[in-house]
């Protein structure tokens, strides 16, 4: 392999011409291909790069915590002047002490908490008018729903009209909640479910995640499996990955891509008709390495087509690339003078009037197994159920993603290394630290007596150990101070590290808050050392900081999903219209109605869709919408009820299908037009009032008037009856004094007759 390395590292290997006959485009022409990409690839010319390989590896352990502790050693020991090995007084476990592990869980954590929902939406033209013409077909019901509802009625038909909305407002939101989701769009979102089940895809995202953390890349490929005939991704190795150097992020557009595998050299015997002396030279060149033991006898079975190193596993690289195929089609006329299309010989052009050929060229797909480094390829020819996002167009399998700058282990790398360090000097400094004691003058406990009996040294620590009492001469036979400078002959001994672990613990502190800074991932997030103090809206801004500070790597996983499930919905469509197993393999997944609406959906030039993934709301964002509705169904201060229960349960269904946004716009909405409802019903009922209260006051005004007109009437009644009386009274008295006049005059006649003896005549 070093020899091959070199090889393509020197040599000339440009790709093969790709405008000739395709017949001519054989197993040569695609070791050509090979070699050409893996020759860039060694020179440094592709996404990534042969030379990224070992720091690749070195990143990976050192997120793992594995890193190679020949770099500490080298730091810690001196190099020996004979044999040049590393030799030092330091006893201390050399395992290696990093946090890194744990900052990768937390970030794997945190992003394993969110969900997704995938939405498909057809792009192509005869869906776009599809939908467009059940708008419109809702939109007429909204403008004629009186009269729709008055013609059913009399029909007898009752309620068939579906939800039938109000305004255009209304209108919008039951479009933007899915109101005019195509069948074909639902069945393509269970079939991108289904395949990413199958496919593992919690695992894959757990390794994409950690990819895109460590190495700053992440890759995929999407592929049929022969096997069971269904659609199905799978997650590729970076480190293995070779394709083409794109300045795009998303490597759009790639030319061509693949990985390096593992192939055993029993499975190439069977694949292959090599030379047994090619296969042995294959193990001679990976004895002991990729993974492979190391063997010293190399024998061969010739009749049972076995030999020692069968099991060892030898680089193939497995490419696939764009190519283009050209088709030549000659129309001329026939006797009739009508004209007639054939296909043409590939490369013969007629230009006459009786004959023109026309070139049509066709992008494809090639792929191609090469044993790298050999001339042997296998598995060589058109890439099966190539995706094809336009009639023009191709999609490789591979999907590869690659972040702008250094990674989150690599920005890191250096203060781990420093807390490495430390943590070794750490264990020394303790290793060497002596426990804590006591320093003795022995000469001070010398020829002791008490009373009569002499005592040892020894006998007098035994006293202090037991007693805490010391008994010791302070002077000698001479007067002398038997301890210079007034020292006691028992000093204390503090022992351990002293000062020293202090300085590693800011080490270690300073080193930690770092890569915090780094990562964007901060105490909250981790739970180091949570304060208890701290406020809950303060530990949700503190967890959002960090969730943004990843939501770079967020945003790549995401995106290589959709390119993943975009190649995915083509290959169903394919799969399920050309693969009479494939249909039946997806019947009990899709159901039989399902499988037949992809199927005719796929007329439509395999009908293309836009692939998104929205995040699923939480179950707190839920409660929280859920909450509002329900207090949104009682009465507010002013005595409005925001919704109605059809409208609540319209809300938790919208939720319980992860339409967050469409939720809460529904809820407003609703709210807002039974505001308005019952705001226009206050006014109606004011103006009822008003109109009863001034009926009142004008029956109040009526009754008064009719009273006072009776109370008048009464008085001129009463007044007519009395000047009545009056009149009657005064005739009466009238004729009365008319009467006494006639009277008196009669007795003034008879009173002059008597008084003057006057005869009345009779």
């Known amino acids: 392999m070093a020899e091959s390395i070199q090889k393509y590292t020197t040599g000339s290997y440009p790709f093969p011409r790709d405008d000739i006959n395709p017949a001519d485009k054989n197993e040569k022409w695609g070791k050509k291909n090979c070699e050409a990409i893996y020759s860039r690839y060694i020179r440094g010319k592709t996404a990534i790069p042969f030379s990224a390989l070992n720091e690749i590896k070195a990143l990976r352990d050192l997120a793992d915590g594995r890193q190679d502790i020949r770099q500490y050693q080298k730091m810690l020991l001196d190099e020996s002047d004979d044999d040049k090995a590393l030799t030092g007084y330091i006893n201390i476990n050399w395992d290696v002490f990093s946090v890194m592990p744990k900052f990768l869980r937390v970030v794997e954590g945190i992003m394993e908490q969110t969900d997704h929902q995938v939405v498909a939406t057809t792009v192509d033209s005869a869906s776009t008018e599809e939908r467009e013409e059940a708008k419109l077909n809702m939109a007429f019901r909204m403008r004629f729903k009186d009269q729709l509802q008055q013609i059913e009625s009399q029909l007898g038909i009752g309620n068939v009209t579906d939800f039938v909305p109000d305004s255009i407002e209304e209108l919008n939101i039951y479009e933007g909640a899915g109101g005019f989701k195509l069948g074909k769009e639902i069945e393509i979102e269970q079939g991108l479910d289904y395949t990413f089940y199958i496919s593992l895809w919690k695992e894959i995202k757990k390794k994409i995640i950690r990819d895109a953390c460590v190495i700053g890349c992440a890759c995929t490929k999407d592929y049929v499996d022969q096997y069971t005939k269904k659609v199905k991704v799978r997650y590729v190795d970076p480190a293995k990955f070779i394709g083409e150097f794109s300045n795009n992020w998303d490597h759009r557009n790639m030319t061509y891509a693949g990985e390096v595998i593992t192939v055993s050299i029993s499975d190439l015997r069977k694949l292959l008709d090599i030379p047994e002396t090619e296969l042995l030279n294959l193990a001679r060149d990976y004895n002991g390495r990729r993974g492979n033991g190391s063997i010293d006898n190399f024998t061969y079975d010739a009749d049972n087509r076995t030999a020692t190193y069968d099991s060892f596993l030898v680089d193939v690289y497995d490419a696939e690339w764009k190519s283009v195929n050209s088709e030549f089609y000659t129309t001329r006329k026939n006797k009739y003078d009508n004209e007639i299309s054939y296909r043409e010989d590939w490369g013969k052009v007629y230009n006459t009037e009786k004959r023109k050929t026309s070139k049509y060229d066709i992008q494809v797909v090639y792929r191609c197994k090469w044993i790298i480094g050999t001339d042997y390829v296998y598995d060589f020819g058109l890439q099966h159920d190539i995706p094809r996002p336009g009639k023009k167009e191709v999609e490789l399998s591979f999907h590869f993603y690659k972040l702008p700058g250094r990674s989150l282990a690599s920005l890191s790398e250096t203060h781990l290394h420093q807390m490495a360090l430390a943590f070794y000097r750490l264990q020394n400094a303790i290793a060497l630290a002596a426990p804590a004691g006591v320093a003795i003058e022995f000469t001070s406990l010398q020829n002791m007596a008490l009373g009569k009996k002499k005592m040892d040294p020894l006998d007098l620590l035994k006293i202090r150990t037991q007693t805490g009492i010391l008994i010791y001469r302070a002077t000698t036979h001479k007067g002398l101070p038997n301890t210079p400078g007034g020292w006691k002959p028992i000093q204390e001994l503090t022992g351990g590290i002293g000062p020293q672990l202090k300085e590693f613990l800011e080490i270690f502190e300073f080193n930690i808050n770092a890569i915090r800074e780094i990562t964007g991932i901060n105490q909250i997030a981790d739970a180091s050392t949570p304060n208890p103090e701290q406020s809950v809206g303060g530990s949700e801004l503190a967890i959002a900081a960090t969730n943004n500070a990843l939501r770079p790597i967020y945003s790549g996983y995401i995106h290589l999903k959709e390119q993943s499930a975009k190649n995915i919905s083509l290959r169903i469509q394919l799969l399920v219209k050309h693969n009479n197993e494939a249909y039946k393999g997806y019947m009990p997944v899709l159901g039989k109605l399902g499988v037949q609406i992809i199927s005719v959906g796929a007329d439509a030039v395999d009908a293309d869709y836009f692939i998104k993934y929205e995040a699923k709301p939480t179950e707190k964002r ?114 009365r004094d008319k009467e006494k006049l006639s009277i008196e005059s009669s007795l003034n006649i008879v009173q002059d007759v008597a008084k003057n003896n006057v005869t009345i005549p009779t």
Do not use: C
């Open 622 to 735: 839920k409660f929280t919408i859920l909450d509002a509705a329900t207090k949104a169904m009682s009465p507010d201060r002013d005595g409005i009820i925001g919704i109605e229960l059809p409208d609540y349960l319209m809300i938790e269904r919208l939720l319980e299908a992860g339409s967050l946004k469409f939720a809460e716009a529904y809820l407003n909405y609703k709210s807002k037009k039974n505001k308005e409802r019952q705001l226009q019903l206050q006014r109606e009922n004011m103006e009822i009032d008003s109109q009863r209260e001034k009926a009142n006051v004008a029956a109040k005004a009526k009754a008064e008037a009719d009273q006072t007109k009776l109370e008048t009437d009464e008085e001129l009644r009463l007044y007519r009856s009395k000047k009545e009386i009056d009149e009657e009274f005064a005739k009466l008295q009238h004729e």
